[in-house]
């Protein structure tokens, strides 16, 4: 089945780590976006990406990295820099830049 | 101004009810519309595109205005079911793609 999968499904992480989160879509779509979502607040966007190899910050990117190596991989890494990433994350895509997007399950990531 | 506003709600109505969200956006340029939907804890799930001409699915209903620059969500005859965060989602074809939502509206169907 075609789709885009999210892993893990929930992470935790110690203060100061860095950490991957990892997202794959076989679904041959060019555009991927990362978003984070905190409780009771709507999407924001941390980058996005059209093409591989190419990418761009969203809203709130401090403390986020991430890489476009592969048309189906885009993950995002969450550095000891982002000082608030207890958080709900989204990762998204679409045929176009700009298409309906499609949502993986997300990763729920706290910081103990 | 941000990109997209919503009404965040809540919406609480019993079932049977009609129910309608509307969400304004900000840029003229906006081309493509959508409506989401998004469960507890779940990630969103696309309900429907919105055309010029308007579309309707069901009991769902979705309007574009583009001369006042807003979309409309009406759902008919509503179930438990339709329990749900609803998402209005804008794409400005400046930004190249770049998918704008609003922070949702929430809407419980009560027995």
């Known amino acids: 089945d075609g789709g885009i999968t999210q892993s893990p499904k929930y992470l935790f992480r110690k203060e100061g780590q860095n950490v991957t989160l990892s997202c794959e879509q076989n679904?041959?779509?060019?555009?991927m976006y990362w978003y984070r979502q905190d409780p009771g607040q709507g999407l924001r966007l941390i980058y996005y990406?059209?093409?591989?190899?190419?990418?761009q910050k969203g809203d709130i990117a401090e403390g986020y990295s991430v890489s476009r190596e592969k048309k189906e991989s885009f993950p995002l890494t969450v550095t000891s820099a982002q000082k608030n990433p207890t958080a709900f994350y989204l990762c998204?895509?679409?045929?176009?830049?700009?298409?309906?997007?499609?949502f993986g399950q997300g990763t729920r990531l706290t910081v103990v | 101004r941000k990109e997209v506003e919503q009404d965040p709600g809540p919406f609480n109505v019993p079932e049977g009810a009609t129910v309608a969200f509307n969400c304004t956006y900000s840029?003229?340029?906006?081309?493509?519309f959508f409506w989401y939907r998004q469960d507890c804890r779940k990630e969103p799930k696309l309900l429907m595109s919105?055309?010029?001409s308007g579309n309707e699915d069901g009991r769902f209903t979705a309007q574009l205005n583009r001369a006042s620059q807003y979309i409309s969500l009406l759902i008919r005859d509503s179930k438990l079911s339709d329990s749900a965060t609803y998402l209005c989602?804008?794409?400005?074809?400046?930004?190249?793609?770049?998918?704008?939502f609003g922070r949702g509206t929430q809407l419980t169907v009560w027995p």
């Open positions: 679904l041959n779509h060019d555009a």
């Open positions: 919105v055309y010029s």
């Open positions: 990406s059209q093409i591989v190899n190419d990418f």
């Open positions: 998204a895509s679409s045929i176009t830049s700009g298409g309906e997007a499609f």
């Open positions: 989602v804008v794409v400005r074809g400046s930004t190249l793609g770049r998918l704008y």
């Open positions: 840029n003229s340029a906006s081309q493509s």
